[in-house]
């Protein structure tokens, strides 16, 4: 299982997730799956669901999460987040497998959630995360024109 991957697609959804424990309110669901994609929300949601136990009793991982949900665009805090998230996965093969299953599944539509990753020559390198229903979930890095 790509870590990174799991770290740049819940990236955006941890403010939500951290504010609301695990109890969505129907707003909150409504305004994130308008800016991410419903099928994105609730694959984050399951993912989500299966690492806040774990998240509550890892002071350092829970830590990095706050870190990045208040700085999302830091990708140092990213880094120290993919770095718990890959000890705690390490140490429980269980919830890496099913972390690895959910990211894995079909989106609503039955399109899988693919990877993109569009490499520019020169300066202008970009990674793309996953995409879900038309939205990008994930990091842009570099200097981006249209």
């Given amino acids: 299982m790509d870590i990174a991957l799991v770290t740049a697609f819940l990236t955006p959804f941890l403010p939500h997730l951290l504010k609301l424990g695990g109890q969505a309110t129907s707003t909150v669901t409504d305004v994130v799956s308008e800016n991410f994609g419903e099928a994105a929300w609730a694959k984050a949601q399951r993912i989500w669901e299966r690492l806040r136990p774990k998240v509550a009793e890892k002071e350092d991982l829970k830590v990095a999460a706050t870190q990045v949900a ?48 569009q490499n520019v020559v020169g300066e202008k390198n970009q990674t793309i995360g996953q995409v879900f229903g038309g939205k990008v979930v994930g990091n842009v890095e570099g200097d981006v024109t249209m």
């Avoid at 665009?73 to 690895?100: K, M």
């Avoid at 894995?104 to 990877?115: I, K, R, S, W």
């Fill in 70 to 117: 208040t700085k999302p665009d830091s990708t140092a805090r990213q880094a120290v987040l993919q770095e718990e998230l890959a000890v705690l996965l390490s140490e429980d093969p269980d919830l890496a497998t099913a972390i690895a299953q959910i990211m894995e599944e079909e989106t609503a539509d039955g399109t899988p959630g693919t990877q993109i990753v």
